[in-house]
């Protein structure tokens, strides 16, 4: 329908693909900090899924 709207949330896959294009050394550093932030969050995840089996 065409509607365009500002995302809310990125998916990791979504940030590795910006870090792909920006190439200054503050977006480097936030996208790798989102990185670690997402690799904590499924690593918790998995943990707390692993607890409840």
């Known amino acids: 329908m065409g509607l ?3 995302p809310f949330v990125f ?3 979504g940030v590795a693909m ?3 294009v920006l190439n200054s ?3 480097i550093k936030v996208n ?3 990185i ?3 690799t904590k969050m499924r690593k918790t ?3 707390s899924l692993n607890l409840k089996l």
Request: charged share 15%.
């Open 18 to 20: 910006l870090s792909s």
């Open 4 to 6: 365009h709207y500002v």
């Open 45 to 47: 995840l998995t943990d």
């Open 25 to 27: 050394p503050t977006a």
């Open 36 to 38: 670690r932030v997402f």
């Open 11 to 13: 998916t990791e896959q």
């Open 32 to 34: 790798i900090q989102i």
